[in-house]
């Protein structure tokens, strides 16, 4: 099949079939089959986490030590093919991971599904160490280099070169949504966040009604203000700058912003949760027994214990998969830009980002959330918990800012700004670090012509996220990370023997330091 046809053909049925039925029919992937307490999704992205973690005896545990050593340099080679070194791939990686997940995603697995969430949020970040690994360093195996002797990897290459031109129609299937995925999850999800957050900075100082702040009617379901609209073009800006430059200069600013960013943000909820030390344990037991026991009686809800479990796992699991890409196949594009002659040793340095996402990153989260009792002011609490609390709903970055501003008063009144920074600098990492994921995916489809017209359009999607409606960019962003999965996970599954005799290939020699 001609990739660009094929290409050509999937997007035009996909346009049609949202023209037909709607946002809600690609959204259905997280609910399928309807019939079923547990949807393929989850027994898809778990299933096969599982899988490879026995199949390979747990290698997110026996090679966690050698991944930190790979990422630290030891073992650099300049002269070896590839873009990046171990360390700019992985923080690329972690800056498309590390994002608005970790804030905005984590306080809307809380809103719907409970501090419950969060632990299956760790048990997707468990097993997915395990997909990490192998999604790429599969991706490493099978890149390929471009005219210009860039590196062009990922799922699209893993399944063409990997599994053989017959199946070369589920890699065009990967490479459409992982282009729709990154307008949507890596770009627009992004850039209304940070234009939220600094909408609502700006209110806070102007108010409602200045001119500035006050929305616009444009119809009857949208509205829009000037401080929307001036965010999305400063957002659109930043990121063009560096995005028009290639993976090499994502690679040099990501390597600086995301420890940047991570730390900034680590060192601010730490605290929170050293003032609160006491209440630590109580949310970790929170965290487990809501994880297997949520209350189901309170406030009218509807179906019996083993549904509302479902539902504070399926939060999970998607802001989970939101949270460190796991099994979805978008880092892989980043890993395989590593200099390396070793697919197994930037697939060692790939397990470790759920690790620093997902156990670290979004547990601070959660618990700061939890120890703050900002918790409360979410949909799981009022209607399972205490129907008469009568405290504003919210959701996304504006519930953790909150938990923020509560945790940090003992020290300054300020602690939401923090928030602020935190998703002005993890948006735009994650857009940057996006763009690239789409560029790759629009080279293997197109060719390296259509490269400069994705972009435009990318940066032009970027301005448009910033004034958007945030639910229907949700819920075409999750559809598109559900749909590039599967082809993925099929890839890593058929892969396995290979992937296998690979890693006891690897660890079977001397390695030996660069110098």
């Known amino acids: ?3 660009k046809t094929g290409g050509l053909v999937f997007f035009g049925i996909i346009g049609l079939t949202l023209y037909a039925f709607g946002v809600s ?31 390979l005896g747990f290698p997110q545990i026996r090679y966690f030590k050698h991944g930190l050593k790979v990422t630290r340099g030891v073992y650099d080679d300049p002269n070896e093919a590839g873009d990046l070194n171990h360390f700019q791939a992985l923080t690329t990686a972690l800056s498309a991971t590390v994002g608005i997940g970790n804030i905005a995603g984590v306080a809307t697995a809380l809103y719907y599904g409970g501090p ?6 760790w048990i997707t970040a468990f097993f997915g160490s395990a997909l990490k690994y192998a999604e790429c360093t599969l991706a490493v195996e099978y890149r390929d280099f471009d005219s210009k002797g860039m590196t062009a990897g990922g799922p699209m290459y893993t399944i063409d070169k990997g599994l053989g031109k017959k199946w070369r129609w589920l890699a065009i299937v990967f490479a459409c949504f992982a282009v729709i995925c990154s307008f949507a999850t890596g770009n627009a999800i992004q850039s209304f966040t940070l234009s939220d957050q600094l909408y609502s900075e700006m209110t806070q100082m102007l108010g409602n009604d200045h001119f500035l702040t006050v929305k616009h009617v444009i119809t009857d379901s949208y509205n829009v203000s000037i401080q929307q609209i001036i965010n999305g073009i400063l957002i ?25 960013m991570a730390a900034i943000y680590f060192l601010a909820a730490v605290l929170i949760l050293l003032f609160n030390l006491n209440d630590v344990p109580s949310s970790f037991a929170k965290i487990i027994s809501m994880a297997f026991n949520p209350p189901a009686a309170v406030g009218g809800v509807a179906g019996g214990t083993l549904l509302v479990i479902m539902n504070t796992m399926l939060w999970g699991v998607k802001r989970g998969l939101y949270s460190n ?61 205490d129907p008469s609390f009568a405290g504003e709903m919210l959701n996304g970055s504006l519930l953790t800012s909150l938990a923020f501003k ?85 890839s890593i599954i058929l892969l396995s023997g290979g992937l296998k005799k690979m890693t006891n290939s690897y660890f079977e020699l001397e390695h030996k330091t660069f110098k």
């Open 25 to 55: 029919f690609f959204e259905a992937i997280w609910s399928f089959p309807s019939f079923s307490l547990v949807p393929l999704m989850v027994v898809a992205l778990l299933g096969t986490g599982i899988f490879i973690t026995f199949y």
């Open 406 to 490: 509560e945790g940090l008063s003992w020290i300054f009144p300020y602690g939401d700004k923090i928030i602020t920074l935190g998703v002005l600098l993890f948006a735009i990492s994650t857009v940057i670090s996006w763009s690239f994921y789409g560029d790759r995916a629009t080279e293997y489809l197109f060719g390296e012509t259509a490269i400069p017209v994705y972009r435009s359009f990318y940066i032009l999607f970027v301005f448009i996220g910033a004034i958007a409606s945030l639910e229907a960019i949700w819920a075409f962003g999750d559809a598109a990370l559900g749909f590039m999965t599967f082809p993925n996970l099929i």
């Open 116 to 121: 419950g969430a969060l632990f299956w949020m």
């Open 236 to 260: 659109a800006g930043i990121a063009g700058l560096v995005i028009i430059g290639g993976i090499k200069r994502i690679g040099n600013v990501t390597s600086y912003l995301a420890p940047i």
């Open 1 to 3: 099949m001609n990739k």
């Open 325 to 385: 890409e796991a099994g979805q196949g978008s880092a892989p594009i980043a890993h395989s830009t590593a200099k390396t002659e070793y697919p197994v040793r930037e697939g060692v340095v790939a397990l470790l980002e759920p690790f620093i996402d997902t156990i670290i990153i979004c547990t601070l989260t959660g618990l700061t959330i939890i120890v703050t009792g900002a918790w409360q002011h979410t949909e799981f609490y009022t209607t399972r918990i």
